[in-house]
């Protein structure tokens, strides 16, 4: 069979696939719609009995060539680097870029995609995602020079009011070291009349 002919194959079996839910969640909320195979001696659902969910079994697995591979007939692969995309065909392949890839990386990888003709598997549209990126990232630049200009005028005032608060003390100091002069004159001159 031909792989076009699988894939045909694969979709058809995707669509009536039913879909494997854990023995009683429809009963209890605590339990998790996470698939566990039925266990317990009396369990309905282990015995396949009829009017009980399905039980997962190899009669619904999807032929072997195409295992893994999307309905396109590509292979996804999770790529966190623009290394990763070199060993990478174009006609085989599609990208799935990692989680924990951050915005910049992820424009690199893009960039990397693009020219090497690679489509992206979790990104519809790459060119819109990689444009609003740039320009979130230009925004972010420029709200951080804005900032340091405001830190530096805090500073610059801050800096000021030092210089003013050192000049008013110095001016105090001056008056008091005046005063007290004074005062010893007074004391001395008291001194010498008596």
Same mark, same amino acid.
Request: glycine fraction near 6%.
């Given at each position: 069979?031909?792989?076009?002919?699988?894939?045909?194959?694969?979709?058809?079996?995707?669509?009536? @696939?039913?879909?494997? &839910?854990?023995?009683?969640?429809?009963?209890?909320?605590?339990?998790?719609?996470?698939?566990?195979?039925?266990?317990?001696? $009396?369990?309905? @659902?282990? !015995?396949? =009995?009829?009017?009980?969910?399905?039980?997962? $079994?190899?009669?619904?697995?999807?032929?072997? !060539?195409?295992?893994? @591979?999307?309905?396109?007939?590509?292979?996804? @692969?999770?790529?966190?680097?623009?290394?990763?995309?070199?060993?990478?065909? +174009?006609?085989? $392949?599609?990208?799935?870029?990692? #989680? #924990?890839?951050?915005?910049?990386?992820?424009?690199? &990888?893009?960039? +990397?995609? $693009?020219?090497?003709?690679?489509?992206?598997?979790?990104?519809?549209?790459?060119?819109?995602?990689?444009?609003?990126?740039?320009?979130?990232? +230009?925004? =972010?630049?420029?709200?951080?020079?804005?900032?340091?200009?405001?830190?530096?005028?805090?500073?610059?005032?801050?800096? #000021?009011?030092?210089?003013?608060?050192?000049?008013?003390?110095?001016?105090?100091?001056?008056?008091?070291?005046?005063?007290?002069? =004074?005062?010893? +004159?007074?004391?001395?001159?008291?001194?010498?009349?008596?």
């Amino acid at each position: 069979m031909t792989i076009k002919r699988l894939l045909e194959q694969k979709k058809k079996m995707k669509a009536k @696939m039913p879909s494997f &839910i854990r023995q009683q969640t429809n009963r209890f909320k605590k339990l998790e719609k996470k698939w566990r195979w039925p266990t317990g001696q $009396h369990s309905k @659902m282990r !015995l396949i =009995r009829k009017g009980n969910t399905p039980l997962v $079994h190899v009669g619904y697995r999807t032929p072997a !060539l195409v295992r893994g @591979m999307l309905l396109n007939g590509l292979t996804p @692969m999770r790529v966190f680097n623009e290394k990763d995309i070199q060993t990478l065909d +174009a006609k085989k $392949h599609t990208i799935v870029i990692g #989680a #924990a890839v951050g915005k910049r990386k992820k424009i690199m &990888i893009i960039d +990397a995609a $693009h020219k090497k003709g690679i489509s992206i598997y979790n990104i519809k549209d790459s060119k819109a995602y990689e444009k609003k990126v740039k320009d979130e990232l +230009a925004a =972010r630049k420029k709200g951080r020079k804005q900032k340091v200009v405001v830190e530096e005028k805090k500073e610059d005032k801050k800096s #000021a009011k030092k210089e003013e608060k050192t000049k008013d003390t110095k001016a105090e100091s001056d008056a008091d070291d005046k005063e007290k002069k =004074r005062l010893e +004159a007074e004391k001395v001159m008291i001194g010498k009349t008596e």
